[in-house]
């Protein structure tokens, strides 16, 4: 992150997604890149995947909350020169997932088989005595599971490679 970046990259940490708002698209790891040339600032955004419902949405908030503090030339680009992966994801946005009720997704170097999902760490209450009951959950980034200890239903973040 350059210095004279810094202010932009604050300002992007307060655009939440809209399909999980505690997280950032900063902590998201959507944004990948910007670059400020005096008055001209430029976001590369690289989408969780290639048909998100949200990305126009993101980039137009992206926009909004660039213009509502001073800057005057804002440009979005989204890019997929480099694919998104759940590996993008902070410390800080994996901790604001679990506060939100959905277990973050496990490194990708752990996900070699889809049966490393059946028993993930429930949110709730910290065990993994659970099941998972479908691999599509209400976005395509998540799936259902059922904690036999808490008796309680939850979403992943799936690991996405």
């Known amino acids: 992150m350059e210095a ?17 708002p505690v997280l950032s698209l900063v902590d998201l790891g959507v944004i990948t890149h910007v670059e400020q040339n005096n008055e001209n600032v430029r976001v590369e955004m690289t ?30 680009n989204i890019s997929f020169s480099t694919p998104w992966n759940s590996d993008k994801i902070s410390e800080k946005g994996k901790k604001a997932l679990q506060q939100f009720g959905l277990a973050p997704p496990m490194p990708n170097s752990l996900f070699t088989d889809i049966s490393v999902l059946e028993h993930v760490i429930c949110p709730r209450c910290n065990t993994n005595n659970t099941e998972l009951k479908n691999p599509f ?16 239903a939850f979403e992943q973040f799936k690991p996405i490679q």
């Open 4 to 20: 004279n970046t810094d202010q932009i990259w604050k300002l992007l940490d307060e655009v939440k997604d809209p399909e999980i």
């Open 47 to 76: 989408p969780t995947f290639v048909g998100c419902p949200a990305l126009d949405y993101m980039k137009q908030e992206v926009i909004e909350k660039l213009l509502n503090n001073g800057y005057t030339n804002v440009e979005v």
């Open 137 to 152: 959950g209400p976005t395509l980034c998540r799936s259902i599971h059922y904690c036999h200890t808490c008796k309680e």
